[in-house]
């Protein structure tokens, strides 16, 4: 199946008794010879057991059903899981005609999803092993952290970046929780049907940290496909997003704090840019695309500076 740059996804009719049943799986072909960085330690299998304990809590994703942390059978660690039929393209979500009614849904559907993705108790479901913040630090100073990280990866000196950097230093807020976030909470990462949200894929970037990072991340601009004009991933407005997740967890938001985390999160997209193009220039990934994405990092820079001019 398309999509995924390191794991492949194959899509598997198996027939058990006479039953077929539709069935993906997950495979990472770049763990099959070195078995010191399999599943198990390099943390394949722990988003197989996200999905596990998401699935017991009622959060909308995919069922799994075995998973595998060897080479031995398929050359490289591998899980099962059910194949759920729907759209994943962004542009498609937001374009076919077919799933008109479903964009009236999601931004409510995608709040409700979220909160049930927060309530997820991490130590009883047995995922504390998911990277958090250190002891002594808050979730946005670590955020805040990475992207300092990210910054100092950037070809050229770039003012507009240290700007942001700046603001986001001295307005940093107070952590608003801890609890499990997604950490890639956008369309392309959902399946939608002509009723709406069918499930919540890719679980790669989970961890612990502060709720409003997911919020926040759903209504960056980058994620909108286009259609800037509605802030939830491009399909609406952000309050009906907002109240369905307040009404989910009994959390009261905080519409400005929100914003600051949305800066934060239009500068985390600029250190994906700022990776993309680096694998390129050290000749790690020479390919078009990475030399592509990695010249969309002035488009962010205008975000931030909108953003900034807003804040």
Known sequence: MAGGSSRQVWSVDAEIDGVIHPLVIRYDPAHGTDRASLASAGGFLAEYQIL???HRNGVPVPK?????????????????????EGE??????LRSNELAAAR???????GRALAGIHAVDAGREGLDF?????????APETQLAQIRAGFDQAPNPNPTLELVYRWLEQQLPPERGRVIVHGDFRLGNVMVGPEGLRAVLDWELCHLGDPYEDLAWMCTKTWRFGNVEQPVGGIGPREPF???YEEASGRTLDRQALRYWEVLCSARVAVV????????????????????????????ELDLLELLERA
């Not at 799994?64 to 759920?84: E, H, N, S």
């Not at 994943?88 to 979500?93: L, S």
Request: aromatic fraction near 10%.
């Open 273 to 300: 840019w700022i990776m993309q193009v680096s694998a390129y220039l050290r000749g790690i990934l020479p390919t078009v695309e990475h030399a592509a994405i990695g010249r969309r990092l002035p488009e962010t």
């Open 52 to 54: 596990q304990a998401m």
């Open 242 to 244: 907002y109240l369905a």
């Open 64 to 84: 799994v059903f075995w998973a595998c942390d060897t080479p031995d059978l398929l050359g490289g660690p591998f899980y099962l899981m059910q194949r759920i």
């Open 104 to 110: 009236e849904r999601l931004p409510a559907q995608l």
């Open 88 to 93: 994943a393209i962004p542009r498609r979500i």
């Open 130 to 138: 998911l990277p958090a913040p250190a002891p002594d630090a808050s």
